[in-house]
């Protein structure tokens, strides 16, 4: 089979084992670096697929070759997408899909690049990490005197200041949000020499926010010249290039944080800016400054240990104490309407309820809520008076058994009630409607 037909098929199957038996089949070493190693960019955000397409599939090569024109930059812009468009219409639409998802950096086959860099070790396959924040709650404090920085509602960007000047999403893609910055990142990354030299270059972690949070997403267009010119780049880590490829810093936060509030602070640019922060001695210094982000319009603070280490867990799903996001939420209670099937490693599985209903403000609600709690004992504990299991004796990966389960038996769902957990409502312009941003199913309301 070929690869486009063993991926096609490895989507097609719900159960891991079977799907990676069939990923293993997978001989064409090229086409999966080409599609999974993110250190070779494609530099093409959007495309047209083709019109028409191939009554049978052209010989890879014209792909390979398209390829390697791409992540070159010998062909850019709207030449760029051109080729795409006519390489792709020299293969069956089948093949071309994937070929596409190729050039997406993203095989939607439901697996992840962990399950492929276990699959093909020999390939070393480079994987894309950065550090993620839990969350501050009951069960996780703070441990003070720590680091305090308003949580911007922006858009994390990682930045390569190597021979060349790169710049990644949290997702490990090429960020067009950093187009502009690279003779800004150039005068910090000479500024940081004096301080902590480097011979491979510099990796700077941030996020580019403009005055708001509408103005920052209106940046992400692609005719959105204006808007980008507009955006900051709030530079909250850093460290040697070398320290990062080899995921080992030993630097301390607070090391790292003083080095690169010194450095920004002698740049001569504004573009690049320190994240509005301070130390904070205790829990009354930090409820004051959490207040004053808040009134500001931020969406909370980051809380960081003053000697926690750089850790890449972003998507590990094992987030510790070293950073702590602390912003507000809603509970709101809401009726389970309908469902929307999942995609990519939720395929075949819940991927969303859609709740309706009103908070006690009387707001109208209408929303999906694809986030489930599953690791808290109130989720168990009261789908298991929904649904007869053995809650002693569930699997590791709850958050996809719930998903498959709630999916088949979406009939005992439909009509019950849950409690759901959000950083706000959002309301979209000229409408009377709300909907939740960043929710979390938390339990089902048995006893309504």
Not at 349 to 364: A, C, I, S, W, Y
């Amino acid at each position: 089979m070929t690869f486009a037909q063993l991926i096609n098929k490895a989507a097609s199957i719900s159960t891991h084992a079977e799907k990676h038996a069939v990923l293993k089949q997978i001989t064409d070493v090229e086409m999966l670096k080409w599609a999974l190693d993110y250190t070779k960019p494609f530099w093409v955000k959007a495309f047209n697929m083709p019109e028409s397409y191939a009554t049978e599939d052209a010989s890879y090569d014209l792909f390979y070759n398209l390829c390697e024109q791409l992540n070159t930059r010998e062909l850019t812009g709207n030449m760029a997408k051109f080729a795409i468009f006519k390489c792709l219409g020299q293969y069956t639409e089948e093949t071309a899909n994937v070929l596409a998802n190729v050039l997406k950096k993203d095989l939607k086959c439901g697996a992840s690049i962990n399950t492929f860099r276990e699959l093909f070790p020999h390939l070393k396959l480079p994987r894309f990490e950065l550090m993620g924040a839990g969350k501050v709650d009951e069960k996780t404090k703070p441990k003070y005197p720590c680091w305090g920085e308003v949580k911007y509602d922006g858009n994390r960007m990682i930045t390569y200041s190597t021979s060349k000047t790169l710049y990644w999403s949290r997702k490990g893609l090429p960020n067009v949000l950093g187009e502009g910055f690279d003779e800004y990142i150039a005068e910090l990354a000479n500024e940081l020499q004096k301080h902590i030299p480097s011979t491979y270059g510099y990796v700077f972690d941030g996020e580019t926010y403009g005055e708001n949070f509408s103005e920052t997403q209106q940046a992400k267009g692609k005719d959105s010249i204006a808007q980008k010119q507009k955006l900051n780049y709030y530079v909250f880590d850093f460290m040697p290039y070398e320290m990062w490829i080899n995921e080992n810093c030993p630097l301390t936060q607070i090391e790292r944080t003083e080095i690169i509030r010194k450095s920004i602070d002698n740049l001569k640019t504004t573009k690049i800016k320190n994240a509005n922060g301070r130390m904070l001695n205790n829990e009354q210094e930090a409820i004051a400054f959490y207040k004053e982000a808040l009134s500001l319009g931020f969406e909370g603070l980051i809380l960081k240990s003053l000697d926690g280490l750089y850790c890449w867990n972003m998507t590990s799903g094992t987030r510790g104490s070293e950073w702590l996001k602390w912003k507000p939420t809603i509970d709101v209670d809401l009726t389970i309407i309908g469902y929307e099937e999942g995609e990519n490693k939720n395929a075949g599985k819940l991927g969303k309820f859609l709740v309706k209903g009103t908070d006690e403000n009387g707001n109208v609600i209408e929303s999906g809520v694809g986030g489930f709690k599953v690791s808290l004992d109130s989720f168990i504990d009261s789908l298991n008076e929904l649904i007869d299991f053995d809650k002693n004796n569930l699997p590791k990966n709850k958050d996809q058994w719930f998903r498959e389960l709630a999916l088949k038996q979406f009939d005992l769902f439909k009509g019950k009630i849950v409690k759901i957990e959000a950083q706000e409502l959002s309301k979209a312009k000229n409408s009377d409607v709300y909907s939740l941003r960043f929710p979390y199913v938390v339990a089902f309301r048995n006893d309504k």
